[in-house]
């Protein structure tokens, strides 16, 4: 019968010419999975290597280490991934917390402290993570998460669930597509208040000896700035 410790020297030696050499993650890797499988922590994974796997957890692991070995995330493969002392369901349908985005959650926390009420919006928020662990260490602040995707919203919506902040708000919007709205209504806002000067064939603009000064809205001008926005 093949141990764990036998097990996961031939894992990290089927992953290691997969891996990036400038970012060596073979052997931690094969860890992760192995202790997925097992269902320990790599701590009691590591203390007990000698333990015998059965047949089904041989092959539910050499399956995952074959999908790892062809580039599926470690994250995708174990449905989770932790972020900001959190547990973040994890899938296709959005993109895996990445540890150095936890700076920026940081970064807002200690702006946050110094406000009493805050709105905060996370745009693009797939999993939830930014949004559920700003929710989860500042309780003052309302944090509405948006995403174009109504998967991702599945997803970061269960993740708040879990995470015990099933009050944070989600909206499906698309931010582009907000913002183009959102120039348009300038555009023709701004055609209103600053018609163009149109000059009349009798004279010049300045309204000079039989000059005419005629103001009114040029529609062919703002379309392209309508079109653009």
Not at 128 to 155: F, H, K, Q
Not at 164 to 176: E, K, L, N, Q
Not at 189 to 209: C, E, F, M, Q, V
């Amino acid at each position: 019968m093949i141990t764990r410790a036998e097990a996961r020297a031939d894992a990290t030696a089927r992953l290691r010419p997969s891996t990036d050499p400038r970012h060596p993650t073979a052997a931690l890797d094969a860890d992760l999975l192995l202790a997925h499988v097992c269902g320990v922590t790599k701590e009691v994974l590591y203390a007990h290597l000698d333990a015998p796997m059965t047949a089904d957890e041989l092959a539910r692991y050499s399956a995952m280490v074959e999908r790892r070995a062809a580039g599926e995330p470690v994250a995708y493969l174990r449905g989770y991934k932790e972020f900001f002392g959190l547990r973040f369901t994890v899938d296709p349908r959005v993109l895996i917390p990445r540890p150095e985005t936890e700076v920026l959650v940081e970064a807002v926390l200690a702006f946050a402290r110094d406000t009493a009420r805050m709105r905060i919006v996370d745009v693009g928020t797939g999993s939830g993570a930014i949004a559920v662990a700003i929710a989860a260490s500042e309780p003052r602040a309302r944090v509405i998460a948006t995403d174009v995707s109504g998967d991702a919203l599945d997803v970061a919506r269960a993740n708040a669930a879990a995470n015990g902040r099933g009050r944070t708000s989600d909206r499906r919007a698309d931010i582009a597509r907000l913002r183009a709205a959102r120039r348009r209504r300038q555009w023709t806002k701004r055609a209103r208040r600053h018609p163009p000067l149109h000059r009349s064939a009798a004279g010049d603009a300045r309204g000079g000896r039989g000059g005419v000064l005629r103001v009114r809205p040029t529609p062919s001008r703002y379309r392209a700035g309508l079109a653009a926005g």
